[in-house]
């Protein structure tokens, strides 16, 4: 499967962005999609994800302005980030793991499948 980000931007702080990937090639198979960032000088993190069922999952510092959503007939895994602050500007990426089941789901090591990441830059 390859995975393409869009959506990144350079938004005033209290903005909005919906980020979106494109999944294409192998999209019958099951998969957890997750979304990640890394910030400057920072390891990489995940975000949110969704398990092989639909359901979601956030780190706890994502929980209440992050919604992680996956259109089935467009193929394309979304994340809409409100009230933005400059802590929120990183590369953020889109993964894929085709497991049943992820001991650590919002861990980088457990995706296989990376998209080359889009950009969000929050000014202040």
């Known amino acids: 499967v390859q995975l393409e980000e869009s959506g990144g931007g350079s938004v005033q702080s209290g903005g909005s962005l919906t980020l979106s990937c494109v999944f294409t090639g192998a999209t019958h198979v099951k998969y957890w999609k997750a979304w990640f960032r890394q910030a400057p000088g920072k390891e990489r993190e995940g975000v949110a994800t969704?398990?092989?069922?639909?359901?979601?999952h956030y780190a706890d510092s994502s929980k209440g302005r992050f919604t992680i959503s996956y259109d089935s007939d467009k193929n394309t895994l979304n994340l809409q980030i409100d009230t933005l602050s400059p802590e929120d500007t990183a590369m953020y990426y889109c993964?894929?793991?085709?497991?049943?089941?992820?001991?650590?789901?919002?861990?980088?090591?457990?995706?296989?499948?990376w998209g080359r990441g889009t950009q969000v830059t929050v000014s202040s």
């Open positions: 969704l398990d092989i069922d639909g359901n979601s």
């Open positions: 993964a894929a793991a085709p497991k049943f089941w992820l001991t650590r789901p919002l861990s980088p090591e457990e995706y296989q499948f």
